[in-house]
């Protein structure tokens, strides 16, 4: 094998990282989830990417939710899934390092996550072989020196693409 370090993305490659399944959990009926899931996954993005506070944001939206949702809400923000992947995956316990974007407050396809990875695991990219789901995130690892696949589930292409 050519590569000294695969990266592998976490979500729809690692593990089914689905939001409405997590949420799924919290909620007691159909009626609650949907209410939940419009309130809770209206900023997903902007908190995944660390442009909005978290706590700010979990603060809003559980101000604006009926008050027998309150509670579901609060459970649900507090048991953030980066602080709990450990135990939720324990696949995850075999990596030599991980990064989730939320808490560093830094996301894909944005440079800064890359560098954070490399600068904290002294990782140089052309030693690195980089797996995503998504196609900008492949082509941000590619501009920083990275290779990288595309997965589609294919773990066979993965294989051919780092020489295994």
């Known amino acids: 094998m050519k590569y000294k370090n ?14 409405d399944y ?4 919290f909620a007691s ?12 996954f209206k900023n997903w993005v902007a908190l995944d990417a660390g442009t909005i506070d978290y706590d700010q944001n979990a603060e809003d939206t559980i101000a604006g939710l009926p ?23 324990p696949i995850l316990k075999e990596f030599d390092g ?17 560098y954070h990875l490399f600068n904290e695991f002294n990782l140089l990219p052309r030693e690195c072989f980089f797996i995503d789901d998504t196609v900008e995130n492949v082509i941000a690892s590619k501009e920083l020196g ?6 589609t ?3 066979e ?8």
Do not use: Q
């Open 67 to 89: 008050d027998h949702l309150k509670d579901t809400a609060r459970d649900f923000f507090e048991n953030r899934f980066a602080e709990r992947a450990l135990e939720d995956h």
């Open 98 to 114: 991980i990064v989730f974007s939320a808490p560093l407050k830094m996301a894909k396809p944005g440079h800064d996550i890359y």
């Open 29 to 40: 009926t159909p009626e609650d989830y949907d209410i939940l899931a419009d309130a809770i």
């Open 157 to 164: 292409a993965v294989k051919r693409a780092i020489e295994f």
């Open 6 to 19: 695969i990266i592998f993305d976490f979500g729809n490659v690692i593990g089914k990282f689905k939001g």
């Open 153 to 155: 589930g294919d773990i």
């Open 22 to 25: 997590i949420l799924g959990k």
């Open 146 to 151: 990275m290779e990288s696949i595309l997965f």
